[in-house]
């Protein structure tokens, strides 16, 4: 005979989580980094600029799918604002994706560095994504060790 | 953060690949496979994760159904050709219809940005709808909806094929994970469910409940102190928790120095840590049958149903009305000894025990009788909330009692004294439940067709069976078993497969016959039970937690059974259970005389054949297959705790 294997052991206890706004803020902070990083390499490398690039573009891409969620906490002018920041994200992204030359980033940089700003600093007026981790996509989600 | 990748080929590479891409599609779509195959294979060998490799091997995975694998593919043919929109389109397909619509969105936006068009849909594998279809018909995390159904259906390794699914589209998705590990847990893969739960632990993840499924894996590895120790961590962590306990209490059976009075022990601390549940008013049963609900176990086994239905069927409906509270719908297979035997069915899959124990109070139930014991937790908790007025402890219970106040009866075996008088009473002296004993023993079977067995020679290999787990197989088993191979020179002993193939589990039973010197002797056999026991010429009966069904299946195949009367209802049923079918030669009193057993059986042909002779006779008219005799004794105890108000 076997042990009986018992039923799910798992009580509805709650994770603890980090503050989203932290993790959304250090998320944008750590992709600016990785496009100044990329950015100021010399001779210039497009392989790492098409990488910081993109992934700021997965980053932003999270926030749009939980934006554009029905039950996304967020009030209606906050999201489409961000939303509006998302599709300019989007626009910019695809015209460097297309022709990645270095200073084309800044304008990405400096839209991660004052959201995170907002986000690591201001009362909580919601997160941009649920609680829980930002994923990162395939393989590991954003806030592990590469 | 991404892996950082290399990228193989630059702009130019990615534009002259687009021919062999073309080239390898449509190969794919001919359905040539081993020419492909050979094509992955010469450009591999030129060039290691060649991204039209990488794409080929991608398309074929998906030919063949595993999206997942074909994910792993085509992350690498993108990250090696970050020109290609091809790779991103598809990818952002299987994303979508994983139900990950962050991703998806993403790979959509960058195989846009790449220049993707419909004029590349003749690249994009046929299996997969196109991106805006996908997007419509998006669902959430389908894959793991799927797992969850087949899960509650018991299909173990189908559902643990799609927790892997949706893990591989949804990495972070941590309960996605732990539900996972319980699947493989479950399904018999005990090595890789603790491999699942430790992917956790590195997160920082850990919860009390991935902690007792951890210890469980532990336990069905044959690994007691680690189990141990991982139950205590689990109750350390979340101590009020039921669940836990419960799974503590009922591994504790395969600990090889619990005595009964430990378990019993161990059992009234628990039950009395629970909150006190008012007593109900007596059974009210005035121009009615005496309605019994029955709690079957999603876990029970296969038999325990068999002797639940046996019971029941040959019950008098006159006297009684029966409810069964089972697992998923009557219609289903493992419930299918059960169909007939009752008036009302009630599925309490989906229910917490608070719901069941009201269901079982709306239901009116004058008796409740539990068959999961500490291996079900939930049925616990249900007795523990009162469920009825009169709650009856009967199968499942191995240690001999539950530790449940709100448990009446504790049903026990009367032939065996030690059984009846019941585990030593508290620190106060007082018993938890009462017992009240069935005077042919806690099972029943349906007489089984008497089994062939011709004569056994003296000449030819005498081989020794053993129906066990890891977890049986402790040293003081070992060193019987030893013995009795040493002095059976040319015996083989034969174990049934119990996942022994699975990774790892063979190294650790190797190593444990090793150490007594039997690893050239053993053998394994996949057959199942009947068959498995019908080849044998001697089947040996493990010392802690027999199955008295392994014995039963034994006997109904002719083959002899040798088993330790051992101390305590855990050690002992299977020898409780010889007697009552009549066959006490087959029961040894000492380790000494277990040894002696099994050696007379195995080298004197006569011995052999008086052994299968009274097994048939057993077979025939003994009462553990008598099910009207035990059905008979069984409507007593009902009737007697039903007040005959009836």
Known sequence: MSPPIRSNPYSNVPMPTSDPRQVEGWALTETALRMKNAQQLQPANEPALLQAVRTNWRLWTIFQASLLEPDCPLPIEIRNNILSLANFVDRRTGEILAEPTPDKLDILIRINRELAGGLLTAPPAGALVPAGEIKGGPGKPINTRA | ???????????????????????????????QEQEVLAGIEALISEEPDHPVGLYALALIALAHGVPEVALESLIRA?????????YPEVLAVLYIKAGNLAEGMYFGKLSLSLGYSDALIPLLPKQLPIFSLSLEQIVEAP???????????????????FYRRHLAFFPSDHDARRALGMTLLQAGQPSQALACLEELREFGLIQAG???????????????????AYHQQALSADPGNGDLACAQLADLLFYPDATS???????????????????????????????????????????????IAATIAASDPQQFEIYIYGWLSADEARNAPLRGCYDEWRDVSDLDHATTAATIQGDEIDILVDTGGHGTPLHCLVLAQRAAPRQVSWLGNASGTLGLAAVDVELADGTDAEDCAGSPGGPDGLRVSRRVALPHGLYCYDRPLLPERPPRSAAGQILFGADVSLAQLHPDLLALWAEILAQVPGAKLVLRDHGF?????????????QSVGLSERVEINEAPPREFFREVDVALAPLVSAHPHDAVTALCEGTPVVALAGAGRHRRVVASLLRQAGLDRLVAETPEAYVALAQSLA??????AGAVDA???ALRDSPPFDPDNFAAAFDEVMLALAGNEA
């Open chain 2, 261 to 307: 009075a430990q378990l019993a022990e161990a059992a009234r601390a628990w039950g009395a840590s629970l909150p006190d549940a008012p007593a109900l008013p007596g059974p009210a049963i005035k121009g009615r049958r005496i309605r019994i609900g029955y709690l079957i176990s999603p876990f029970a086994h296969p038999k325990d149903v068999d002797v």
């Open chain 2, 1 to 31: 953060m991404e892996t950082e990748v290399v990228p193989l080929v630059s702009r130019s590479q990615s534009r002259a690949n687009r021919e062999i891409l073309e080239r390898f599609v449509l190969l794919v779509e001919s359905g």
């Open chain 2, 210 to 228: 991935d902690l007792s499924v951890m210890a469980q894996s532990c336990l069905a590895l044959g690994e007691t102190e680690a189990a141990a």
């Open chain 2, 143 to 161: 894959y793991r909806r799927q797992a969850q159904a087949l899960q509650k259906a018991r299909c173990l390794p189908d559902a643990a094929q």
């Open chain 2, 501 to 513: 193939s699975e990774d790892g589990q063979i190294d650790r039973l190797v190593a444990r016959f």
């Open chain 2, 603 to 608: 080298t004197d042909p006569q011995a052999w």
């Open chain 2, 615 to 617: 097994i048939l006779q």
């Open chain 2, 78 to 86: 993108h990250q090696r050709d970050l020109y290609e929109p091809v």
